[in-house]
Each structure stands twice: as C-alpha cells, then as structure tokens.
C-alpha cells in the first residue's frame, strides 16, 4: 500500500538496483512484515518504502488535494496517514528500524536526485539510525 501508482514503480526499481548493486541483499514486500515495506533487509534490521507524496499524504509542493471530491480525499489519505503512524509503531515494536523515502527526493522542483537519494539510502542503512526518511530540499 505504499506504492506510487501500485508497487513495481520506475524509482523504486531503479532504488532497488543502485542498493543492489553496492551489495545489499533484501526482500521485496514481505508479508510476514508490518506494512509490507517495498524492501527489508534483515542484516539491518531496516524496512524501507518508497512513498508516494500524494496518496501519503506528504508535507511538500507535490502534495494537492484534487479540486473536486475534496472530502473524499482528505478522509482517504488521513486513512493512509493513520495507517502509516501505526505500521511505524508496530514495525518499531518489532525492532525493526524504518526509512522512508519519499517520491519528491527524486521528482518535482525540490528533488535531490536519484543518485544521491541512493547515497543516504546506502548512509542509512548502515547506520545505527532509527526511523528516518529522504525527502525533496524543504
Ligand atoms: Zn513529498
């Protein structure tokens, strides 16, 4: 449910390439796992998602509620919202260390890049951070 327009998407493919790689190894969208993250890897204790700012409701420029149905969307993506707060609990729960990476880190006005998303990713994984995410400059 943390797709952009459903799940085998071009950032999160290209993502999961670079982090390949430079050696990682991952599951992708497991489901014996809070939230089904885009990609585990259990050597890290890490989940990851790629998000899509729209459906997650995201505080950047590529977040807009449509013109029209405006309700209908604000209860929908107040529902993803509340779902994402609580896979957050839960895989923290669990022990696993969470990093988001949101689509405006690679597409729209205030887009880092893929390359360096990439490079906090590898940064981050390696780190001993807990949750964290990469996002478009604010
Ligand atoms: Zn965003």
Not at 1 to 8: A, H, L, T, V
Not at 25 to 31: K, M, N, Y
Not at 49 to 55: E, I, N, T, Y
Not at 103 to 111: I, K, N, T, W
């Amino acid at each position: 449910m943390s797709g952009i327009r459903g799940r085998d998407t071009g950032p999160e493919r290209l993502i999961r390439s670079a982090l390949h790689r430079l050696g990682f190894r991952f599951r992708l969208h497991p489901a014996d796992v809070p939230g089904r993250p885009d990609l585990i890897l259990p050597r890290y204790n890490a989940a990851l998602f790629v998000h899509g700012c729209f459906w997650h409701g995201h505080d950047c420029s590529l977040f807009r509620l449509p013109g029209t149905h405006r309700e209908f969307w604000r209860t929908k993506i107040r529902r993803n919202i509340e779902r994402d707060a609580e896979v957050a609990r839960l895989l923290a729960q669990l022990g696993w260390r969470q990093l988001t990476i949101w689509e405006c880190a690679f597409r729209g006005p205030d887009s880092i890049g893929i390359e360096e998303a990439v490079r906090r990713t590898a940064r981050w994984i390696t780190s001993r951070r807990g949750r964290g995410e990469i996002r478009g400059r604010t």
